[in-house]
């Protein structure tokens, strides 16, 4: 129930740009935690398995989910190479993600 949360009211946040400096690292911490706990490739003892193998398709997920969280904390520090420094000045602002400036 909780995951359910975070991933709802957090990717809301994300979408809406409501905080979205602050929900960006929430969800990215969630998608590591996931990636960690439940995608546990190295766990199968298959990763090198001639055919298809579970542990294979589980590091393709592993590393979607690393992935997925990385770029949720370009929301934060941004790609403007203004760095950190606005979200640790402001972080409950919005990084304006659908601004044309």
Not at 74 to 84: E, K, P, R
Request: hydrophobic share 50%; net charge negative.
């Amino acid at each position: 129930m909780c995951g359910l949360g975070i991933e709802v009211i957090m990717s809301l946040g994300v979408v809406t740009g409501f905080a979205d400096r602050l929900a960006g690292p929430v969800i990215a911490a969630y998608c590591a935690a996931t990636a960690i706990l439940y995608k546990r490739f190295w766990a199968q003892g298959d990763f090198w398995a001639a055919d298809d193998s579970k542990g294979r398709a589980l590091f393709w997920d592993f590393l979607k989910n690393l992935s997925l969280g990385a770029g949720f904390l370009l929301i934060v520090i941004g790609t403007d190479g203004s760095g950190l420094w606005p979200f640790l000045e402001h972080p409950l602002a919005s990084s304006h993600p659908y601004s044309t400036n």
